[in-house]
Nanobody, 122 residues
């Protein structure tokens, strides 16, 4: 499985961005697809994931939306009302057989994309 993340950029606080994660080698509908992020000097953290239904970190709930286009084999992360603290490198990840209690754990995912940088200025 290969994952290609794209869509990052420099935006102002309050703006929106949509990240894409194009997968090859396996259907996204058959995997748990997740987004994680890592800010400078901080550990990687869970953002959102989707398998049967979406899950979100509390810090992005109500502002970010994860979705999946099975025909395009692509997962999206729509990010609205962006804040400076959302600045990070965003990674998409994929895995199979991930139980709900582990959906926010990076170690549960077997495949990772290369990351795309999101910078939110104040």
């Amino acid at each position: 499985v290969q994952l290609q993340a794209s869509g990052g950029g420099l935006v102002q606080a309050g703006d929106s961005l949509r990240l894409s994660c194009a997968a090859s080698g396996r259907a996204v509908s058959r995997m748990t697809m997740g987004w994680f992020r890592q800010a400078p000097g901080k550990e990687r953290e869970f953002v959102a994931a989707i398998k049967s239904y979406p899950s979100y970190a509390d810090s992005v709930k109500g502002r970010f939306t994860i979705s999946r286009d099975n025909a395009k084999n692509t997962v999206y992360l729509q990010m609205d009302s962006l804040k400076p603290e959302d600045t990070a490198v965003y990674y998409c990840a994929a895995g199979s057989g991930i139980i709900l209690s582990s959906i926010g754990t990076g170690a549960a995912y077997s495949y990772w994309g290369q990351g795309t940088l999101v910078t939110v200025s104040s």
